[in-house]
């Protein structure tokens, strides 16, 4: 009879692990293929519940366990032979003395959550030692170039160290660490034959707001596959999808990239990102008779410094109609010197020395030698009268045509993306080669949105508008370009600018 499991405590912060409950070590053990395991290697087994899974449904493989706290590898030790070391010591492929017989290898488990500084800075020594790892993403950082994720170095230290043997690896692990291990393993062109990810709720099983899955990787001999089917939870049969290396890229969603990949390319257009001033309290103000404080204080700054302000998420729920915010921009362009404007615009420099504190106070180094208020994301695509916009946060993309109010171009904040153009035509046209199936399919195939900012500039910048230009019907796009400007004239132009923009 099994010991009873000590209860799954806390994150331990001094060597970032979460205890994985007997009840997910169970349901993500059941998923996975029903082979006969001979060896089961449990790297960081912390209380042992994983082994414990696998010696309920496979009590005849030998279990490995490795845990570098004393009294954690002596609660594990009940449910197979745990080895009290850091994995970081040693070859997890050779160094381990095994009693059975060569046969189906599974390596399982839950590898700490934290990325080697936070260690560091926690004065860890359950650390890997910086080695050269021949520049792989993600791992060239443990060269001593950068931060990386613990977890992500423990995936890759397996997969080098079992790639000349067939093995299963299935560890819970963040989504951003799986797609990184995916595409390492393309990088380096590892025998990878079959991959999932199953997404686990991580707030009910860890308190953590993070994304985290259950990614599971095969090697071994046959055709090599770095796509990985991705199931919406545990419990699901099917698969909703399935991420890829496709051309050296990795990609959200395979089926739609194979429907787009003709419009992946470069844009024609610069796409360009709003206004980053890191003071809200003093740059923003709210319209209510006349622009006014979050606190409610009339503010008298010259008109010409004050612009309609639309948030991200004003972009995405399309409340664009009136203005409800204003955005004080000092400058023209970021190199701006703002000491001209104590005689140029007295009242706005008044404003500003009045909330110096705030703003000298703003802590990002991007303020540091610049002129004394300065912002960032501003140049002469701020002030063109139409735009395009699209909220980089939210997780579904929705494009708005935005054109001038009295005559006053609308801002953005940093939040938000943007094309600008002179000419409405263009802007509808722009907007109808956006909004349409070709593009689509295409950001679908390139967002992840599990990300924090799922959409970005360099996801934008991809999408050619030219080639969709040139692939879509002609009516079709002019149908579209109307339902947000009338001109049939000029939309026809535009699109002929659009499908040669030579």
Known sequence: MSAPLPEAPMPNNEFGDFQTAIELARALVSTLPRTAWT??????????????????????????????????????????????????????????????????????????????????????????????????????????????DIAEFIWIKLLAEFSDRPVTIAMICKTQVARNVLL???????????????????????????????????????????????????????????????????????????RSKQFDGISSLMWRQGIKHDASAVMELTENDGPRTKLGASVDVESEFLFPLFKCTDVYRGKLTEVSRWMIVPQSHTGDDTAQLADSAPKLWKYLTDNAGALDGRKSSIYRNRARFCIFGVGPYTFAPYKIAISGFHKVPQFRMIGPYDGRPAVFDDATYLLPFEDPAACAVAHALLTGQEATDLIAALAFWDSKRPVTKKLLQRIDLSAIARATDRRALRDRARAVHQDSSSIDQAIDNFTDPT
């Not at 010591?89 to 599974?106: K, Q």
């Open 39 to 148: 060896r089961v290697l449990e790297p960081t087994c912390g209380v042992g519940n994983f082994l414990s899974a696998i010696g309920e449904r496979h009590p005849d493989a030998e279990r490995v366990g490795i845990e570098v706290q004393p009294e954690y590898a002596a609660a594990a030790s009940a449910f197979g032979r745990v080895i009290t070391a850091s994995i970081f010591d040693f070859d997890l492929a050779r160094d381990i003395a095994w009693t059975s017989a060569t046969g189906p290898t599974l390596v399982v488990g839950n590898p700490p959550w934290v990325t080697n500084s936070q260690l560091s800075v926690l004065g860890s020594s359950n650390r890997p030692a910086r080695a050269n790892t021949e520049n792989a993403r993600g791992i060239d950082a443990i060269t001593g170039s950068s931060n990386f």
């Open 184 to 258: 390492h393993c393309a990088r380096q062109q590892l025998p990878v034959t079959g991959s999932s990810l199953r997404m686990i709720d991580a707030k009910k099983w860890f308190d953590a707001g993070v994304d985290a899955c259950w990614f599971t990787v095969e090697l071994g001999p046959g055709k090599t596959d770095y796509t990985a089917a991705t199931y919406p939870s545990i419990v699901a049969s099917q698969p909703d999808n399935r991420i890829g290396v496709i051309d050296v890229q990795l990609v959200a969603n395979v089926d739609a990239y194979q």
